[in-house]
């Protein structure tokens, strides 16, 4: 019913089987990742023809997708598909916390276009702000190398609580900014400790 509701308003329109949002109808779309136009068309010269072909603009972004032959579906009334990237996330958060969120949260790879789209999406529908503050977290590094499980360098809290106390892994991710990259190393650490130990002393 959500992406209905956007069609009737003329938010968005569909095209062979797939629904698509129209960008330019959103007020102030990409403010929050404070993005261009020009932003946006570079973004968008990676697709194919074909998907291009089937926009009213190339920046427009898919509400619901037609299924390909083998690939799992639902009925819609635009034929068999999927939802979008962006368009679950707007329906689960309205039918739970409502029409706006106190605080959305994320890592800042999804400022845009993920968190971007939401907004644009759910204020069409809805006529309201879709949140009243944002936090974007960036991602911790180790040993100025970014976390990651292919480079090998994954550590869980589980497996840091091995090695090291509880308040002292509190207290190193309490003095970090949350916008800022964490350089989780073992210096950092151990000077934590140290930091911690003399709070308590004093």
């Keep these: 019913r959500f992406v209905e509701d956007l069609i009737e308003k003329g938010f968005a329109y569909e095209s062979q089987g797939d629904v698509y949002f129209r960008v330019e109808?959103?007020?102030?779309?990409?403010?929050?990742?404070?993005?261009?136009?020009?932003?946006?068309?570079l973004g968008a010269s990676g697709r194919t023809d074909e998907e291009t072909a089937r926009k009213e603009n190339p920046v427009d972004f898919a509400l619901?997708?037609?299924?390909?032959?083998?690939?799992?579906?639902?009925?819609?009334?635009?034929?068999?598909?999927r939802p979008g990237w962006h368009i679950e996330c707007s329906v689960m958060s309205t039918e739970i916390l409502g029409d706006t969120i106190d605080i959305h949260g994320g890592g800042?790879?999804?400022?845009?276009?993920?968190?971007?789209?939401?907004?644009?999406?759910?204020?069409a529908k809805t006529g309201?702000?879709?949140?009243?503050?944002?936090?974007?977290?960036?991602?911790?590094?180790?040993?100025?190398?970014?976390?990651?499980?292919?480079?090998?360098?994954?550590?869980?809290?589980?497996d840091a609580l091995k090695t090291l106390d509880g308040q002292v892994l509190r207290?190193?991710?309490a003095?970090?900014?949350?916008?800022?990259?964490?350089?989780?190393?073992?210096?950092?650490?151990?000077?934590?400790?140290?930091?911690?130990?003399?709070?308590?002393?004093?």
């Design 25 to 41: 109808k959103s007020h102030n779309y990409a403010k929050l990742a404070n993005k261009t136009l020009e932003d946006l068309e």
């Design 64 to 81: 619901w997708k037609s299924s390909k032959p083998g690939e799992i579906s639902w009925d819609s009334p635009w034929g068999p598909g």
């Design 108 to 123: 800042a790879d999804l400022e845009f276009p993920h968190h971007t789209n939401e907004i644009a999406q759910s204020e």
């Design 128 to 158: 309201k702000a879709f949140a009243n503050y944002w936090m974007h977290n960036v991602f911790v590094n180790i040993e100025n190398v970014k976390m990651s499980k292919s480079l090998g360098n994954f550590i869980t809290v589980h």
């Design 171 to 173: 207290f190193f991710f």
């Design 175 to 202: 003095t970090q900014h949350y916008r800022k990259p964490i350089n989780f190393t073992e210096k950092a650490v151990r000077d934590a400790e140290t930091n911690l130990k003399y709070l308590k002393n004093t």
